[in-house]
């Protein structure tokens, strides 16, 4: 799932923290005054309740998605559940990863077929991604321990997202995406039929399995 949208400088951050000294802060958050801007893509292993967050720069597209996802099976998944071929992900509706986005289903296919893994995609339907795990053991996590701190550097942000921990031995691994994602992509026909894409018995369009070719 994809967190809010940042904006990178000095503002006004929501919640609370014990100092000496308020902090001075724009009193405006115009996107003019930002250095930039954070889009926190988040993959949550239930399994190994460690959250995998990827911070880009640009713009929420399915490619930058498919990037986190193979970044995070790169780096960890492919040795911690060395010898799998099968993959279930949990997403919301929306962009990126929208049931309905043949570019998010194409970057599948490629990570498919560049990892032999079978990947089984299920979305939770619209107004229902508050049930999302992500949601409550992960980001409310890191909006706490942000809480009241100004983002001011994207090093900032990559920090808070570290550190943030649980009792239940939650923890955080955080990336900088520094690609600038192109808007307004389709793809051509002759893209879309390479897509090895199997719909699920129950809600198809919310449930499918795209497997590797060959």
Same mark, same amino acid.
């Given at each position: 799932?994809?967190?809010?949208?940042?904006?990178?400088?000095?503002?006004?951050?929501?919640?609370?923290?014990?100092?000496?000294?308020?902090?001075?802060?724009?009193?405006?958050?115009?996107?003019?005054?930002? @250095?930039?801007?954070?889009?926190?893509?988040?993959?949550?292993?239930?399994?190994?309740?460690?959250?995998?967050?990827?911070?880009?720069?640009?713009?929420?597209? $399915?490619?930058?998605?498919?990037?986190?996802?193979?970044?995070?099976?790169? =780096?960890?998944?492919?040795?911690?559940?060395?010898?799998?071929?099968?993959?279930?992900?949990?997403?919301?509706?929306?962009?990126?990863?929208?049931?309905?986005?043949?570019?998010?289903?194409?970057?599948?296919?490629?990570?498919? @077929?560049?990892?032999?893994?079978? +990947?089984?995609?299920?979305?939770?339907?619209?107004?229902?991604? =508050?049930?999302? $795990?992500?949601?409550?053991?992960?980001?409310?996590?890191?909006?706490?321990?942000?809480?009241?701190? $100004?983002?001011?550097?994207?090093?900032? +942000?990559?920090?808070?997202?570290?550190?943030?921990?649980?009792?239940?031995?939650?923890?955080?691994?955080?990336?900088? @995406?520094?690609?600038?994602?192109?808007?307004?992509?389709?793809?051509?026909?002759?893209?879309?039929?390479?897509?090895?894409?199997?719909?699920?018995?129950?809600?198809? =369009?919310?449930?499918?399995?795209? =497997? $590797?070719?060959?």
């Amino acid at each position: 799932d994809t967190k809010k949208r940042e904006l990178i400088g000095n503002f006004r951050n929501a919640g609370e923290t014990w100092r000496r000294e308020a902090l001075s802060v724009f009193e405006y958050d115009y996107p003019s005054y930002a @250095d930039g801007v954070a889009i926190p893509f988040g993959i949550y292993d239930v399994g190994g309740n460690e959250g995998f967050v990827v911070i880009g720069i640009s713009h929420q597209t $399915p490619e930058f998605a498919v990037a986190a996802i193979r970044r995070w099976w790169h =780096k960890i998944g492919a040795g911690r559940y060395k010898g799998q071929r099968e993959l279930l992900i949990e997403a919301d509706c929306g962009n990126p990863n929208s049931p309905d986005g043949w570019r998010w289903k194409f970057g599948l296919q490629q990570i498919a @077929d560049e990892f032999g893994l079978s +990947i089984t995609v299920t979305h939770l339907p619209t107004g229902a991604s =508050k049930w999302n $795990p992500i949601e409550h053991r992960l980001f409310s996590q890191i909006s706490s321990n942000w809480a009241g701190q $100004p983002l001011i550097s994207y090093e900032t +942000i990559l920090k808070f997202i570290r550190t943030t921990k649980t009792e239940a031995g939650l923890l955080c691994k955080a990336y900088l @995406d520094k690609t600038v994602y192109e808007t307004g992509l389709t793809l051509t026909p002759k893209q879309k039929v390479q897509i090895n894409l199997i719909p699920r018995r129950v809600l198809p =369009k919310w449930n499918y399995t795209i =497997k $590797p070719r060959g």
